[in-house]
């Protein structure tokens, strides 16, 4: 891997391809011959492989060894490839295959030539709003596949966002973060990749749903228009602050030239309560569909309101029309031709009694067949175009329709995903056909994307909730059991989307039902606080010291099992190291630091009642390594490790438990 370096709290790496890779020329599986390295990233290298099987080029992305090597990555990884490998869509790249030779976990994807959108951002700056909403359109939809089947990307961002050379958008990499995140790999360099992209409910809970890829994908058009992320820091933890804390500021504010439309899009998708976002990334989609609409269209010119397009315009006077020409011709005086003055000869003699002069009779029968067919003429139908009026308020479609010389006819409305309510949906006629003057229209108006209310089945049993999420038109998700001791266990606690909010019919909603009371996980946990603390939990609590390598007098197993769901008053074992001699046991080495002889010890600091990101902060700017672990979701510190005034040596790893 090349050189590395900082921008905007991201990790940048250069790939050095002059540096020789074990894998290239391997065949994996008996199946992907490696032929080049395309790609390193913090999580994956990208690889050129041949598929010999089926003779086709392919995208091999190979975790790390330090990922492989985690049996729950590994279990996770292979149910995330399933879910992405049956979703199918033209803006998704394809995952084929996913498998693993000894150390070696890959995935098997479509090969997709071009560039990132990064690279692209990266050689031009910011686009035009216009440009910038024809890539942000297709991503949302993929977006929007992936939620209506259930997904979550959890990763939006540019470099997941990739351009074939010839235009098409893709995106890449769904599920991955989900992988990630059952792991205890996550570290500095994995995230930092993502914290401008991070929905504040991610960095304060590392919770994810739909709403969270709204978010991202609503910083992402903010960077497309403005040429940078929103928020800038010395630190990742300062950037992460400011998305929990700050409103993201109009792009406008940054380059006065982004409309108002495309300020109102980012605004919505980034409130920073998920509830304020668009439902998932359909509903922001049909709303980039509606502002790029209405974005005027600066290649050609606007058609003149005084000239409507498919309007029969009054002749000039120097083209008359054929009615003009043929009103002239009959209203004209005629001058007779000199040889119709025909003299009677002298020595012709006169005849007697009437003789009829042919020609007048014959002049008069052409005068009689003009009139009649200029009457004809002027009697005939005048016919004029029907306008283009779809896309149009009712207003406006009715004002261009009289303008034309036609009348309409508004009947019931329909529902249509990409037309926004008010607006004409289709008429009959359609646009251009050629209809009598002063006929009648018909408009069809849309009723806008046809949404269900998401019902209120909190408190239900789970199948109770089925029966109700079914008969409002919609379908169950996930079901998530999640401890709470203040519902009762088998009921549902709430949905995603939350009950009153306005779905797609048919859309899945996932359940979350209480687990009741679940069984804490104190590992690690100082032995006398471990006790104390199941007790006030209202466990009976028994102890039991083994000899074990683990720091003295700390939690080393429990039963039952953390997580599990248990009954209030539940019988649980703890089972500690012996409480021997720390300074004996410490002269040994930890699993944080090589024992050397010129130690230096640090006083750890009671940090206990404290906010959970303050106390972290303090730790770190001691030099202290920090692991957090959630009791609760109180977000304040219960208990530490090693307790307070301790000396440990700088770089070791402070525990804290919220």
């Known amino acids: 891997m090349g050189p590395c370096q900082w921008q905007n709290a ?72 399933k879910s992405v490998a049956s979703l199918s869509h033209p803006n998704v790249v394809h995952v084929f295959d996913q498998g693993t030779d000894n150390d070696v976990v890959y995935l098997s994807m479509e090969y997709v030539p071009g560039r990132t959108l990064r690279d692209i951002l990266r050689d031009r700056g910011r686009l035009p709003a216009r440009e910038a909403l024809e890539i942000m359109i297709p991503v949302l939809a993929a977006l929007g596949a992936a939620h209506q089947a259930g997904l979550v990307h959890r990763d939006v961002k540019p470099e997941n966002v990739l351009m074939t ?9 769904f599920g991955l973060a989900r992988a990630i995140e059952a792991t205890n790999q996550t570290r500095t360099g994995v995230m930092i990749g993502t914290i401008g992209y991070m929905a504040p409910e991610q960095v304060t809970t590392g919770a994810a749903d739909v709403r969270s890829d709204v978010y991202a994908a609503g910083i992402m058009l903010f960077e497309l228009v403005t040429g940078q992320q929103p928020y800038d820091g010395e630190t990742p933890m300062s950037v992460a602050y400011r998305h929990v804390h700050d409103t993201v500021p109009a792009p406008s504010s940054l380059v006065p030239e982004v409309p108002p439309l495309v300020d109102t899009l980012v605004a919505n998708a980034t409130a920073r309560e998920p509830g304020d976002r668009p439902a998932d990334a359909t509903a922001m989609l049909v709303a980039a569909v509606d502002a790029h609409r209405m974005l005027p269209r600066t290649s050609t010119p606007p058609l003149s309101h005084s000239q409507p397009h498919g309007l029969h315009q009054p002749p000039t006077p120097s083209q008359p029309n054929a009615r003009t020409a043929v009103h002239a011709a009959q209203s004209a005086p005629q001058a007779a031709p000199a040889h119709t003055l025909i003299q009677p000869r002298a020595e012709m003699p006169q005849r007697r009694g009437f003789r009829p002069n042919w020609f007048l009779v014959i002049l008069a029968g052409v005068m009689v067949v003009a009139v009649a067919l200029t009457g004809w003429y002027f009697a005939q139908p005048e016919y004029v175009a029907v306008p283009e009026l779809v896309g149009k308020s009712l207003a406006v479609a009715e004002k261009n329709a009289a303008r034309a010389g036609l009348k309409i006819k508004t009947v019931d409305g329909k529902h249509d995903e990409n037309v926004a309510e008010g607006l004409v949906l289709r008429t009959d006629p359609v646009a251009e056909t050629e209809v009598e003057r002063g006929a009648t229209i018909t408009l069809v108006p849309s009723l806008g994307p046809k949404r269900v209310v998401v019902p209120d089945v909190a408190g239900m049993t789970g199948n109770d909730a089925r029966d109700k999420i079914a008969a409002a038109g919609l379908t169950v998700g996930t079901v998530t059991r999640v401890a709470n001791t203040e519902v009762e266990r088998d009921k549902v606690i709430r949905t995603s989307p939350q009950n009153g909010e306005k779905v ?31 007790g006030q939990q209202g466990f009976q609590v028994q102890v039991q010291e083994v000899d074990d390598d683990a720091e003295p007098c700390t939690v080393i197993a429990q039963t039952p099992k953390a997580k599990a769901e248990v009954d209030p008053g539940a019988q649980v074992m703890v089972t500690v190291a012996r409480c021997q001699d720390f300074l004996n046991w410490f002269g040994r080495g930890d699993d944080d630091d090589e024992a050397r002889d010129d130690q230096q010890f640090t006083l750890v600091p009671g940090v206990i009642g404290k906010d959970v990101k303050d106390a972290k902060s303090e730790l770190e700017a001691l030099g202290f390594k920090v692991r957090v672990q959630r009791l609760g979701n109180r977000g304040v510190v219960q208990f530490q490790r090693p307790l307070p ?8 790893t402070v525990f804290l438990w919220h």
């Open 504 to 534: 797609k019919e048919g859309a899945k909603i996932a359940i979350f039902v209480s687990a009741g009371l679940v069984m804490p996980d104190v590992g690690g946990m100082p032995k006398d606080e471990a006790a104390a603390y199941l």
């Open 165 to 173: 050379d010839d235009g098409r958008v893709k995106v890449v990499d």
């Open 10 to 81: 991201r990790k940048l790496c250069w790939v050095d391809t002059t540096t020789a890779d074990p894998l290239v020329g391997r065949l994996l599986d008996g199946r992907y011959r490696i032929e080049s390295r395309i790609a390193r990233g913090g999580m994956a290298t990208v690889y050129l492989a041949l598929d010999v099987r089926l003779d086709r080029t392919v995208a091999l992305k190979v975790m790390h060894r330090s990922l492989a090597e985690d049996p729950a990555f590994v279990r996770r990884f292979i149910g995330e490839a």
């Open 645 to 652: 005034n301790s000396e440990r040596p700088a770089g070791s």
